[in-house]
C-alpha cells in the first residue's frame, strides 16, 4: 500500500507542472491567435496599424490617418480585381474554352490592374503613409460561360468604382485637395469608361450567345481591334459570318 501511495504522490508532483503549462497555454491561446491576426486586414475599414509609424516620416503634411487608412483599404480592392481577371484570362485560354479574344482582353485588365496598385502605393509612399499587404479572397476557376465570367468582371468594376468614390469622399471630408487631384486625374473618369467597356463586351456576347460562330466572329473582332472595335461592329452569322470579320478587319 505505501508503495501505491508513493507511486501516486511522484506522478501528482510530475504532472502538476506539466497541467499549470497546459493552462498558461490555453490562457495564452487567444492572444497568440490574436498576433497572428492582427496584420490581416479586413476588405473594408482596415485600420492603419502603422499610423504611429508613418506619422513620423518627414515629408507627411495633410495626409490624415483617415485617408490612409481608407487608401490602405483600396488597394486591397485593386489587387483583388487583378487576381479576379487574371481567373478570368485563364478562363477564356483554356483548350475547351479557347477564346483568345477574351484571354487577351481579361490579361491586358489584369495587368491594368496592378499597375493602378502599383501607382497608389508609390503615392502613399510619397506622401508618406505606409502600405499594409491584406489577403485576398479566392476568384472562381470556372466560370460556366462567357456571361457569367462578363458579369463578374463588371460586379468587380462596379466594387473597385464604389470604393474609388467612397476614397475620394475620405479625402474631401479630411481637406485633402492634392489626393482629390490625383483621384480624379488618375482614376475616377477611367473607372466611368471600364464600367461602359465591360457592359458593352456583356451586352454582345448576350446578342451573340455563348458558344457557335456568332461568338467565334466576335472573338476574332475583339482579338483584332480591341474592345471598342468589336463592340461598335456588327455581327453577321450564318452565310455572312466571314464577311462580318473581313469588315472588322478593314474597320
Not at 506619422?55 to 483599404?73: D, F, I, P, S, T
Not at 475547351?96 to 490592374?113: H, N, R, T, V, W
Request: net charge negative.
Amino acid at each position: 500500500m505505501k508503495q501505491i501511495w508513493a507511486f501516486v504522490f511522484c506522478v501528482s508532483i510530475i504532472s502538476a507542472p506539466l497541467c499549470r503549462a497546459e493552462t498558461l497555454a490555453e490562457q495564452n491561446k487567444g492572444s497568440l491567435g490574436r498576433m497572428a491576426r492582427y496584420p490581416q486586414m479586413k476588405p473594408k475599414g482596415v485600420p492603419s496599424l502603422l499610423a504611429g509609424e508613418s506619422m513620423k516620416l518627414a515629408q507627411r503634411q495633410n495626409y490624415h490617418e483617415k485617408v490612409e487608412e481608407a487608401l490602405n483599404a483600396h488597394l486591397r480592392m485593386e489587387f483583388q480585381a487583378f487576381y479576379t481577371y487574371r481567373a478570368i484570362a485563364a478562363y477564356f485560354g483554356r483548350s475547351d474554352i479557347a477564346l483568345p479574344g477574351f484571354y487577351q482582353f481579361f490579361k491586358g485588365q489584369s495587368e491594368e490592374e496592378l499597375e493602378h496598385a502599383q501607382q497608389f502605393i508609390d503615392y502613399m509612399n510619397t506622401r508618406g503613409g505606409i502600405f499594409i499587404a491584406q489577403d485576398l479572397d479566392a476568384p472562381p476557376y470556372d466560370f460556366k460561360s462567357g456571361t457569367a465570367a462578363l458579369k463578374t468582371a463588371l460586379k468587380m468594376e462596379r466594387d473597385v468604382n464604389e470604393s474609388l468614390l467612397k476614397l475620394h469622399s475620405v479625402a474631401e471630408e479630411h481637406g485633402d485637395p492634392q489626393f482629390t487631384d490625383f483621384l480624379e486625374g488618375n482614376f475616377l473618369n477611367e473607372q466611368v469608361e471600364a464600367l461602359k467597356e465591360i457592359a458593352d463586351l456583356l451586352t454582345n456576347i448576350d446578342r451573340v450567345g455563348n458558344e457557335g460562330l456568332g461568338l467565334y466572329v466576335y472573338d476574332r473582332q475583339l482579338q483584332a481591334n480591341g474592345p471598342t472595335g468589336a463592340g461598335a461592329l456588327g455581327i453577321e452569322v450564318g452565310g455572312g459570318g466571314g464577311g462580318g470579320a473581313d469588315a472588322g478587319a478593314a474597320a
